[in-house]
């Protein structure tokens, strides 16, 4: 079908306004980038805008030597992948009873963990709960208090729901157990669901910092975002201290080392990202709108 010449107009206009709205989106990410590869003079003078002015990969160097950063580089990896395969083994064998309609009381059920998106404890009482389990300080309170998410339950299940029972039925009379239905038949053709839900958990167990200040002490446990909040908050109470005319070369650095340090971070979200693009729209439209 032909589009007239308002319709074309208008979709060029759109895709002008999106590719505008891109270009500034990743114009914080440029410039971070700039910083972490131009050398520490410049960044304190303010020089370095979208491009590296004095490149260096000193800041990088520095950054890769120091056995802080790659220990919490580790805990940010083990998490993340820990975290999310937790979250999704627990999620599916949650989401695929919720999804039979023979099974009693998954109304109620559902009812529950609806409600929990809506009312929640609050910070003290999920304290509690974590020290009274005996999670306080061990890599354990990353994986456990946050292993199912509600909203995620309600995607993949309402993605089983999407699954024709004959196929279920089949394999019932072929002597297959709920177990093997599940792993066999049920999360393989929802992969598109749970690449979505792999992507929101390994996102959300990268980025997450606020946990760890709050149930983990140990410094070598603390993951590559406190590592990141304490590289900045280190760099803010030194320039409240002395003030920016008697900054010394190693808090000079510390610009550049910020910078550096942020790029380590996100890169790696960003190389997992396009592995999982492709499933994640059909994931997401179809989870949520199968009732």
């Not at 998490?79 to 989401?95: E, F």
Request: hydrophobic residues 55%; glycine residues 6%.
């Amino acid at each position: 079908m032909k589009l007239t010449l308002g319709e074309r107009i208008g979709s060029s206009i759109n895709s002008i306004f999106l590719g505008l709205f891109a270009i500034a989106a990743m114009l914080p990410f440029i410039h971070v980038a700039a910083q972490s590869l131009s050398s520490h003079h410049a960044i304190v003078s303010g020089m370095v805008t979208l491009w590296p002015v004095e490149f260096s990969f000193d800041a990088y160097r520095e950054v890769l030597n120091e056995n802080a950063f790659w220990r919490a580089f580790q805990i940010s990896v083990l998490r993340t992948v820990a975290g999310t395969g937790v979250s999704i083994l627990l999620i599916c064998l949650l989401a695929y009873p919720l999804s039979r309609s023979y099974i009693k009381g998954r109304s109620a059920i559902l009812f529950l963990i609806v409600f929990t998106m809506l009312f929640q404890g609050g910070m003290i009482p999920k304290y509690l709960v974590v020290k009274a389990t005996g999670l306080l300080d061990t890599f354990w309170a990353y994986i456990i208090p946050n292993a199912i998410g509600a909203f995620s339950v309600i995607i993949l299940k309402n993605f089983f729901q999407s699954v024709p029972q004959e196929l279920e039925e089949s394999a019932r009379i072929d002597g297959a157990s709920n177990v093997g239905i599940l792993f066999r038949i049920m999360i393989p053709l929802s992969m598109p669901a749970i690449a979505t839900l792999c992507l929101w958990s390994a996102v959300g167990n990268w980025n997450a910092f606020f946990d760890a200040v709050l149930y983990v002490t140990n410094r070598h446990l603390h993951p590559l975002q406190v590592y990141l909040r304490e590289l900045i908050m280190f760099n803010q109470s030194n320039m409240n201290t002395n003030g920016p005319s008697s900054l010394d070369n190693s808090l000079l650095a510390l610009e550049s080392l910020k910078a550096a340090a942020l790029m380590a971070s996100t890169i790696p979200i960003l190389i997992l990202y396009p592995f999982l693009q492709k499933h994640f729209v059909k994931g997401i439209m179809i989870g949520s709108v199968k009732g």
